[in-house]
């Protein structure tokens, strides 16, 4: 499985608690160890989206792929 791949897998389980609050996620683009994502639907317009990026998207990403070295919304 590449590092797309298993971004994906990981994004698929953060995605569940995401549509509970009514919002999405996409994955826009893996370049090297850089993971690229847009928060859509209510976590797109949320204040609280850099903590929901941070907190619970990046960490989920990095605890299950350590060789992720950051994940940047676009």
């Known amino acids: 499985m590449d590092l797309r791949q298993r ?13 509970t609050e009514g ?17 859509k639907g209510a976590c797109g317009t949320c204040p609280m989206s850099s903590l929901t ?3 619970l998207v990046e960490k989920s990403i990095r605890k299950e792929i350590p060789e992720v070295s950051s994940v940047q919304a676009v």
């Not at 971004?7 to 549509?19: D, M, N, W």
Request: hydrophobic fraction near 50%.
């Open 53 to 55: 990026m941070k907190g």
């Open 7 to 19: 971004v994906e897998a990981v994004l698929e389980k953060v995605r569940a608690g995401l549509k």
């Open 23 to 39: 919002g999405d996620i996409e994955l826009i683009d893996v370049k090297d160890t850089v993971v690229y994502v847009k928060l």
